[in-house]
Each structure stands twice: as structure tokens, then as C-alpha cells.
T-cell receptor, first 116, second 112 residues
Framework: GAVVSQHPSWVICKSGTSVKIECRSL??????MFWYRQFPKQSLMLMAT?????????EQGVEKDKFLINHASLTLSTLTVTSAHPEDSSFYIC????????????FGSGTRLTVV | QKEVEQNSGPLSVPEGAIASLNCTYS??????FFWYRQYSGKSPELIMS????GDKEDGRFTAQLNKASQYVSLLIRDSQPSDSATYLC????????????FGKGTLLTVNP
């Protein structure tokens, strides 16, 4: 149990286009999900906290107009990278907490984004 | 600035040995502590969580927490080549702060 599904696993897009990444909790409800970004050889950096039915909370330095987050249901959060540029190329990972906030955080399989 | 520090390694141990991974954190009010394993190109996988001082054992893994010293460690007994990965220490802050702060990870290599 406690599976977080993320799609797509990889995507290549042209500079200037937008890309949507989906994160689903398959067997539990997630009122809160977290979006991370990981550059090569670096650790995970939290981008934003996604809250069901309300606006996401973005970390300092993350452009909310560029990284659009929608958490419209208890099982789905989406991250849209708008007007992508090569510097947005990274590994994007979502996570949720099946047992409630503060307990084990389960990660999705991640999305490798390459902007050309 | 809340920080989580790990020795980046690489840490190399022979097969069958004990691997010891260490982590320190700056936020004294931190509540929950996690160890994740991340294989190259993959997302992190939760190995252990620990919430109170002392040791917690799960199979070949033992997590140790010392809140007074702001120190958490992970021991891997009978290390296997399949344990070769980057190990990430993650800390949740206190109160209603549910965000995780990650260390940079320690690369572990287990040599056959």
C-alpha cells in the first residue's frame, strides 16, 4: 500500500513550451503533497507544498507563476512548468504522507524533464 | 536556516561489513527523522523513520537518534553490493512545520 504514482517518468520538450506533471496517491487520500526538484549530484530541494482545495505554498526563490501547482482532488496534484527553459531541466519528484503529516513520506517515481 | 549535514563520502565498505552513516541537524525542535536510499536516476525510498531517542532496528538496518547532540545515524549490517546507493538523511521541523529538509546525501559503495 501507500503508493504515489507520478507521470510521466520522463519528458523532452522544446524551450518555451509548457509541461504538466501528475502526482497521484493511489490507495490513500493526500490533502497535502510536496514537490521537489533535484539537480545532478545534489540533494532534493523543496519547491512547494500543495494543499487540496487551496493555493500552494512556494519556497523562497521558486517562481509561482512559472511552476503552477493545482491540487484539485484528494488524490491528484499537478505541477506545470510554464515556458520551460533549459535551466529548468531537472528531476522533479512529488511526495505525500500516507499516515498523516509528520510520518513516513512516500515519494513518486520522479519525472526527468529535459528542455531542449 | 535549518540545515542537515552529512558526510558526502564516498564511503566504501567490503561486503559483509557494517556501514555507518551519520547526520547532524541544526533545528533543535525537529520532531521526525528519516533515512532514504536513492539509487542513481531513481526517486528516494524510505528505509527508516525514528522519532524518539535511542535505537530502532529493522532487519539489517538500525537508526540511532540523539536529540541532545542533534545527531542521527544509520547502521547497515552485513552490507551487500545491492546496498550501494546514496543515503539521504531527512529531518522534519517542529510544530506544524511538516516540510522535510534533506542532507546532501552520502554515497555508499559496497565492494564484493
Amino acid at each position: 500500500g501507500a503508493v504515489v504514482s507520478q507521470h510521466p517518468s520522463w519528458v523532452i520538450c522544446k524551450s518555451g513550451t509548457s509541461v504538466k506533471i501528475e502526482c497521484r496517491s493511489l490507495d490513500f487520500q493526500a490533502t497535502t503533497m510536496f514537490w521537489y526538484r533535484q539537480f545532478p549530484k545534489q540533494s532534493l530541494m523543496l519547491m512547494a507544498t500543495s494543499n487540496e482545495g487551496s493555493k500552494a505554498t512556494y519556497e523562497q526563490g521558486v517562481e509561482k507563476d512559472k511552476f503552477l501547482i493545482n491540487h484539485a482532488s484528494l488524490t491528484l496534484s499537478t505541477l506545470t512548468v510554464t515556458s520551460a527553459h533549459p535551466e529548468d531541466s531537472s528531476f522533479y519528484i512529488c511526495s505525500a504522507t500516507p499516515r498523516g503529516l509528520g510520518y513516513g513520506y512516500t515519494f513518486g517515481s520522479g519525472t526527468r524533464l529535459t528542455v531542449v | 536556516q535549518k540545515e542537515v549535514e552529512q558526510n558526502s563520502g564516498p564511503l566504501s565498505v567490503p561486503e559483509g561489513a557494517i556501514a555507518s552513516l551519520n547526520c547532524t541537524y541544526s533545528d533543535r525542535g525537529s520532531q521526525s527523522f528519516f533515512w532514504y536510499r536513492q539509487y542513481s536516476g531513481k526517486s528516494p525510498e524510505l528505509i527508516m523513520s525514528i522519532y524518539s531517542n535511542g535505537d530502532k532496528e529493522d532487519g539489517r538496518f538500525t537508526a540511532q537518534l540523539n536529540k541532545a547532540s542533534q545527531y542521527v545515524s544509520l547502521l547497515i549490517r552485513d552490507s551487500q553490493p545491492s546496498d550501494s546507493a546514496t543515503y539521504l538523511c531527512a529531518v522534519r521541523g517542529g510544530g506544524s512545520n511538516y516540510k522535510l529538509t534533506f542532507g546532501k546525501g552520502t554515497l555508499l559503495t559496497v565492494n564484493p
